[in-house]
């Protein structure tokens, strides 16, 4: 039921109100007070309700903070040391939604998901009538708020006046986005910053829905670009020149900037680059590894007492922040490594690009594991040193690749770095036709 980040599926297909009331009903019976938000999406009102009802059922009172970025529902919940449940499915098109467990700002372990499965299949449970729970509202946007600006060297920025255009997609960070950067002293241009249910872009902020964002940075002559997912726990970095800063270059310079400032350890995923292992080097740190997903990186921070953790899709866990990716608390880092450092394009320039491909093969939720197995039969001939801890793995002399099966959607996705494009291509050619033999 549980995937990489919570429960999610398509709306009244995999998600119903029957399953959100379940999951509240089970959630409610392991606290007594249960904080929930949700993101933009249509159906987000009726499965947060849904939630809510279950929890009040099993005798929880509920708060209901309405439309809000998944970190301030981190927040909320870490300030009330109490659990929390976030009515979101990030990135996913809108027809999809989901429910994101936390418990005083942390994602709910694996051990607790697995907990909720059973109290879900075992079915709803109530208290007496004069037991059941109340729902209350709190506002919580304002605290985060000054919350993140107490962060980051605010008066740099406010003397630098930077010019930023914020692209929230019409989703979770539409309305808070806008009013934090003004706060920060920044001049902002607003693109996609209503709040609805069917967004103007897709959710996913990748090249392609990012367009239209490029190219306002570059008529406007801002200083930055800042894009976040439906709930805004990542945020996309567009340089003075209205060009994506890329994922890895993105990840590489807040790394170079965080360890500038303290030196310590860096978490990051099985995705991560040669170019990041060549920075955590360079500036004489220890990188660690994780699974995909931010609830290890996440934990893997705060039991390493690490500097930072990230991934590459521009999900970042500050070590002085909340213990779950926070989007706009990246989106100021990125203010004031502009303020501090100069142009972004220049900064992506010192870190050094490898030739890289990332793809997506169709494969449904119930083939992964099969498809899996396959793929490792079909890629043994590929030598290198080899790790199953999150898919395959497989790191060689003048590169790697990693096969796993996506946490979050029907797919299976395939990175592979080289450090020449011929050797990619090569590499890549035979990784596509394991998978693809797989998942036929």
């Given at each position: 039921?549980?995937?990489?980040?919570?429960?999610?599926?398509?709306?009244?297909?995999?998600?119903?109100?029957?399953?959100?009331?379940?999951?509240?009903n089970?959630?409610?019976?392991?606290?007594?007070?249960?904080?929930?938000?949700?993101?933009c999406?249509?159906?987000?009102?009726?499965?947060a309700?849904?939630?809510?009802?279950?929890?009040?059922?099993a005798?929880?009172?509920?708060?209901?903070?309405?439309?809000?970025?998944?970190?301030?529902?981190?927040?909320?919940?870490?300030?009330?040391?109490?659990?929390?449940?976030?009515?979101?499915?990030?990135?996913?098109?809108?027809?999809?939604n989901?429910?994101?467990?936390?418990?005083?700002?942390?994602?709910?372990?694996?051990?607790?998901?697995k907990?909720?499965?059973?109290?879900v299949?075992?079915?709803?449970?109530?208290?007496?009538?004069?037991?059941?729970?109340?729902?209350?509202k709190?506002?919580?946007?304002?605290?985060?708020?000054?919350?993140?600006?107490?962060?980051?060297?605010?008066?740099?920025?406010?003397?630098?006046?930077?010019?930023?255009?914020?692209?929230?997609?019409?989703a979770?960070?539409?309305?808070?986005?806008?009013?934090?950067?003004?706060?920060?002293?920044?001049?902002?241009?607003?693109?996609?910053?209503?709040?609805?249910?069917?967004?103007?872009?897709?959710?996913?902020?990748?090249?392609?829905?990012?367009?239209e964002?490029?190219?306002?940075?570059?008529?406007?002559?801002?200083?930055?670009?800042?894009a976040?997912?439906?709930?805004?726990?990542?945020?996309?970095?567009?340089d003075?020149?209205?060009?994506?800063l890329g994922?890895?270059?993105?990840l590489?310079?807040?790394?170079?900037?965080?360890?500038?400032?303290?030196?310590?350890?860096?978490i990051s995923?099985?995705?991560?680059?040669?170019s990041?292992?060549?920075?955590?080097?360079?500036n004489?740190?220890?990188?660690?590894?994780?699974p995909?997903?931010?609830?290890?990186?996440?934990?893997?921070?705060?039991?390493?007492?690490?500097?930072?953790g990230?991934e590459?899709?521009?999900?970042?866990?500050?070590?002085?922040?909340?213990?779950?990716?926070?989007?706009?608390?990246?989106?100021?880092?990125?203010?004031?490594?502009?303020?501090e450092?100069?142009?972004?394009?220049?900064?992506?320039?010192?870190?050094?690009?490898?030739?890289i491909?990332?793809?997506?093969?169709?494969?449904e939720?119930?083939?992964?594991a099969?498809?899996?197995e396959?793929?490792?039969?079909?890629?043994?001939?590929?030598?290198?040193?080899?790790?199953?801890?999150?898919?395959?793995?497989?790191?060689?002399?003048?590169?790697?690749?990693?096969?796993?099966?996506?946490?979050?959607?029907?797919?299976?996705?395939?990175?592979?770095?080289?450090?020449?494009?011929?050797?990619?291509?090569?590499?890549?050619?035979?990784?596509?036709?394991?998978?693809?033999?797989?998942?036929?």
């Amino acid at each position: 039921m549980f995937g990489t980040s919570g429960v999610r599926g398509i709306v009244n297909e995999e998600v119903s109100c029957a399953l959100a009331m379940k999951i509240g009903n089970a959630a409610g019976a392991m606290g007594k007070k249960i904080i929930v938000g949700r993101d933009c999406r249509t159906s987000g009102q009726m499965l947060a309700f849904s939630f809510m009802a279950g929890a009040m059922h099993a005798g929880a009172d509920v708060i209901d903070i309405g439309i809000v970025p998944t970190p301030a529902l981190s927040f909320a919940c870490m300030k009330e040391k109490c659990i929390g449940a976030m009515v979101t499915a990030s990135h996913n098109p809108p027809e999809y939604n989901g429910i994101k467990l936390f418990f005083e700002g942390r994602e709910f372990p694996r051990e607790w998901e697995k907990g909720i499965e059973g109290k879900v299949k075992a079915g709803i449970a109530g208290v007496e009538w004069n037991k059941a729970g109340q729902a209350g509202k709190m506002e919580v946007l304002s605290t985060y708020s000054k919350f993140l600006l107490s962060k980051v060297a605010v008066d740099g920025i406010r003397e630098r006046k930077p010019k930023v255009v914020v692209d929230c997609g019409n989703a979770a960070a539409s309305g808070f986005m806008p009013k934090l950067l003004r706060d920060a002293g920044c001049e902002v241009v607003e693109l996609f910053c209503e709040p609805s249910g069917m967004p103007g872009r897709g959710l996913e902020p990748n090249e392609e829905n990012l367009k239209e964002l490029c190219k306002i940075v570059k008529e406007k002559k801002a200083d930055i670009g800042i894009a976040h997912d439906g709930d805004a726990d990542r945020a996309i970095i567009v340089d003075e020149n209205g060009k994506l800063l890329g994922l890895d270059a993105q990840l590489g310079v807040i790394v170079k900037y965080m360890l500038e400032k303290k030196k310590g350890k860096i978490i990051s995923t099985v995705e991560s680059s040669l170019s990041l292992r060549e920075i955590v080097q360079q500036n004489g740190s220890t990188l660690e590894i994780t699974p995909v997903g931010s609830l290890h990186v996440a934990q893997l921070v705060g039991e390493k007492n690490a500097v930072f953790g990230g991934e590459p899709c521009g999900e970042y866990v500050f070590s002085d922040g909340l213990p779950c990716p926070d989007g706009p608390l990246a989106a100021l880092y990125f203010l004031q490594i502009l303020c501090e450092k100069g142009k972004l394009s220049a900064l992506a320039a010192q870190v050094k690009s490898y030739p890289i491909a990332r793809k997506k093969f169709a494969c449904e939720n119930k083939e992964k594991a099969r498809a899996l197995e396959k793929i490792k039969a079909g890629l043994h001939k590929i030598s290198g040193k080899k790790s199953g801890m999150d898919g395959l793995r497989i790191d060689f002399e003048d590169g790697w690749l990693l096969v796993r099966p996506s946490g979050t959607e029907p797919i299976m996705r395939l990175t592979c770095e080289c450090k020449t494009q011929k050797r990619l291509e090569e590499v890549c050619k035979a990784a596509q036709d394991a998978i693809e033999k797989a998942v036929a």
